[in-house]
């Protein structure tokens, strides 16, 4: 299966390049400055959370199964607890950083905005009816909402305390888990 891009900024570019004849220079300056560069940004965050969330997960998930081997091989125990480290080095980060979150967060984000750009560019659901030019201000107002809501939830978002008590909890699971030596 191909790997297609959510995102593919050069085409949405070409598609708002189409639109010069039908909104101004600053809002078409507006939908590339603001508007796709708030998807490609997104988009981007949404990846690269994507993939550290599955890096510090693929590390708990083959270092967690690989521990009872080693225990019932009668392996090193140097090794099983270095394994044992980076399993809770993973788990507690995964818990503080939250990648698993951003990389939902983000991807959402991304892709509501650029769904209100394509109801606008097709002049849909509540841009139906509309020329371009009175449809742009419903459209900057929407993108900006869309950003200042995002922003807002994630400055929101990061409560140390609970942070704090996600790295607690994991820290009590592995003392209780922790083999005598």
């Not at 039908?22 to 993939?51: C, T």
């Not at 659901?125 to 371009?132: C, Q």
């Amino acid at each position: 299966m191909p790997n297609v891009p959510l995102v593919d900024v050069t085409r949405l570019a070409k598609v708002v390049d189409m639109l010069v004849e039908e909104l101004g220079p600053g809002q078409i300056e507006f939908m590339k400055a603001r508007w796709l560069h708030q998807i490609e940004y997104w988009d981007q965050r949404s990846r690269d959370a994507r993939w550290k969330y599955f890096a510090l997960r693929g590390v708990v998930v083959l270092g967690g199964v690989s521990i009872p081997v080693l225990a019932t091989a009668q392996a090193s125990l140097v090794l099983a607890s270095v394994i044992s480290a980076a399993v809770a080095a993973a788990a507690a980060w995964e818990g503080v950083a939250n990648f698993g979150q951003i990389w939902l967060e983000k991807r959402r984000a991304a892709e509501l905005l650029k769904v209100e750009g394509w109801l606008f560019l097709q002049r849909a659901d509540k841009y139906a009816g509309l020329n371009y030019h009175v449809a742009f201000s419903a459209f900057a107002t929407e993108v900006e909402r869309q950003i200042a809501k995002e922003v807002g939830e994630y400055v929101a978002g990061f409560d140390v305390e609970a942070a704090t008590a996600r790295v607690s909890q994991t820290f009590k699971m592995l003392d209780a888990a922790r083999v005598d030596r």
